[in-house]
């Protein structure tokens, strides 16, 4: 065997040293595969100002598709650090997404929900004999797991959210699975995560970071823009926090860690777009209910993200002012037939706030259905 090794080495050596003369153009190993770029653009188009967290991601991803994820391990073990509401959870809900075409085809643990030692029932099952054995379907089994699977896609994305709030037990549990890929659960049988992509959301230091973003950004006083230099020193602040609570054992298993920026000003003036497209849709989606279109002028659209900045909360604070403002005044337009099927609604800034005017029908308002 060693021969064969030692004979196909010299051979390897021997047609390098024969190749040598002749220009052989580099190969390109950035280069990404088709499929590949578009799960990364797909991304793209959804998630803004996070492109480390793309990056990590779209490389495993890639790795998988070739089947060349180490072997016994899960594809890949990924720690998502960083402010509140930047997009850490909204980020495995987009890859989600992106290869089944459902947000939610993913497997959730909140590490919350298992702070006392019994707990962990709910996720592995107890053993047999015990009581409530049969009624406690664990969380994590071998089908849970393949739930999503697809002919195509045999990857599961398994998400530990906020895991500073595991317990010691879960913690155990999850050092194995980072590492050797398998878990036993209470009735001995053997779960296989090896075809698992596992994230793990921390808001870690998220006390120090907000101090920093204040003091940072600031606002109206002192608008200070948040650069390379706040972005540094946030990641710092996370990743020491890191270092301080997790065990070197957990940090040493992680593939990659990457700490999420603080959305920008201009960030979140594209978060906004994003989100209003998806009230958008939301009332286009809806079954049976007026498809009626609305737009937001430049000053109104101003106005919403004046009242929906706030660095400590992140795009989650204007997602809420968008519902408020939007959303539940559209709700009673159409509850109270002010507003119609194939409908424009105007929304601009009036004085007192949010002004909503019917404009003219779209030209194209026979395509809308009633
Ligand atoms: N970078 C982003 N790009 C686009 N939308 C975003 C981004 N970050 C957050 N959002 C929007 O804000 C919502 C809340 O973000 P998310 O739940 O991912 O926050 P988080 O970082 O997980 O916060 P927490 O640490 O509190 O759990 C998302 O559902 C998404 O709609
Ligand atoms: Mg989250």
């Given at each position: 065997?060693?021969?064969?090794?030692?004979?196909?080495?010299?051979?390897?050596?021997?047609?390098?040293?024969?190749?040598?003369?002749?220009?052989?153009?580099?190969?390109?190993?950035?280069?990404?595969?088709?499929?590949?770029?578009?799960?990364?653009?797909?991304?793209?188009?959804r998630?803004?100002?996070?492109?480390?967290?793309?990056?990590?991601?779209?490389?495993?991803?890639?790795?998988?598709?070739?089947?060349?994820?180490?072997?016994?391990?899960?594809?890949?073990?990924?720690?998502?650090?960083?402010?509140?509401?930047?997009?850490?959870?909204?980020?495995?809900?987009?890859?989600?997404?992106?290869?089944?075409?459902?947000?939610?085809?993913f497997l959730?643990?909140?590490?919350?929900?298992?702070?006392?030692?019994?707990?962990?029932?709910?996720?592995i099952?107890?053993?047999?004999?015990?009581?409530?054995?049969?009624?406690?379907?664990?969380?994590?089994?071998?089908?849970?797991?393949s739930?999503?699977?697809t002919?195509?896609?045999?990857?599961?994305?398994?998400?530990f959210?906020?895991?500073?709030k595991?317990?010691?037990?879960?913690?155990?549990?999850?050092?194995?699975?980072?590492?050797?890929?398998?878990?036993?659960?209470?009735?001995?049988?053997?779960?296989?995560l090896?075809?698992?992509?596992?994230?793990?959301t921390?808001?870690?230091?998220?006390?120090?970071?907000?101090?920093?973003?204040?003091?940072?950004?600031?606002?109206?006083?002192?608008?200070?823009?948040?650069?390379a230099?706040?972005?540094?020193?946030?990641?710092?602040?996370?990743?020491?926090?890191?270092?301080?609570?997790?065990?070197?054992?957990?940090?040493?298993?992680?593939?990659?860690?990457?700490?999420?920026?603080?959305?920008?000003?201009?960030?979140?003036?594209?978060?906004?777009?994003?989100?209003l497209?998806k009230?958008?849709?939301?009332?286009?989606?809806?079954?049976?209910?007026a498809?009626?279109?609305?737009?937001?002028?430049?000053?109104?659209?101003?106005?919403?993200?004046?009242?929906?900045?706030?660095p400590?909360?992140?795009?989650?604070?204007?997602?809420?002012?968008?519902?408020?403002?939007?959303?539940?005044?559209?709700?009673?337009?159409?509850?109270?037939?002010q507003?119609a099927?194939?409908?424009?609604?105007?929304?601009?800034?009036?004085?007192?706030?949010?002004?909503?005017?019917?404009?003219?029908?779209l030209?194209d308002?026979?395509?809308?259905?009633?």
């Amino acid at each position: 065997m060693l021969d064969d090794v030692r004979n196909s080495t010299a051979v390897a050596s021997a047609s390098a040293a024969v190749q040598e003369p002749t220009e052989t153009p580099a190969l390109e190993p950035t280069r990404r595969g088709e499929a590949t770029r578009e799960f990364e653009a797909f991304l793209h188009s959804r998630i803004v100002g996070q492109d480390a967290a793309i990056e990590a991601v779209t490389e495993v991803y890639q790795t998988f598709l070739v089947g060349m994820n180490p072997p016994d391990r899960p594809v890949a073990n990924l720690l998502f650090l960083g402010p509140t509401g930047s997009g850490k959870t909204y980020v495995v809900e987009v890859v989600a997404e992106a290869l089944f075409g459902n947000r939610h085809a993913f497997l959730k643990i909140d590490c919350a929900e298992f702070q006392e030692h019994h707990e962990i029932a709910k996720l592995i099952g107890s053993p047999p004999g015990y009581i409530g054995h049969s009624q406690t379907p664990p969380l994590l089994t071998q089908e849970a797991l393949s739930r999503w699977h697809t002919d195509k896609t045999k990857l599961t994305l398994l998400l530990f959210d906020e895991i500073e709030k595991a317990s010691e037990t879960l913690w155990q549990l999850l050092l194995g699975i980072l590492d050797k890929a398998s878990l036993t659960l209470g009735d001995n049988s053997h779960v296989d995560l090896s075809q698992c992509m596992i994230f793990l959301t921390s808001n870690l230091g998220a006390t120090e970071m907000s101090g920093l973003v204040e003091g940072g950004i600031g606002f109206a006083a002192h608008p200070v823009v948040a650069d390379a230099s706040l972005d540094e020193k946030i990641a710092r602040t996370a990743l020491e926090a890191a270092r301080r609570k997790f065990a070197p054992e957990f940090m040493n298993r992680l593939d990659k860690t990457v700490v999420f920026n603080t959305l920008r000003p201009e960030q979140l003036e594209q978060i906004l777009d994003l989100e209003l497209a998806k009230v958008q849709q939301r009332i286009t989606g809806a079954a049976g209910r007026a498809h009626f279109t609305f737009r937001c002028t430049p000053e109104a659209k101003q106005w919403l993200l004046k009242e929906g900045t706030d660095p400590k909360y992140g795009a989650r604070h204007l997602k809420r002012v968008i519902e408020r403002n939007i959303v539940y005044a559209l709700a009673n337009l159409v509850a109270t037939v002010q507003v119609a099927a194939g409908d424009l609604v105007n929304v601009s800034l009036g004085t007192g706030g949010l002004v909503f005017t019917k404009a003219p029908p779209l030209r194209d308002t026979g395509s809308v259905a009633d």
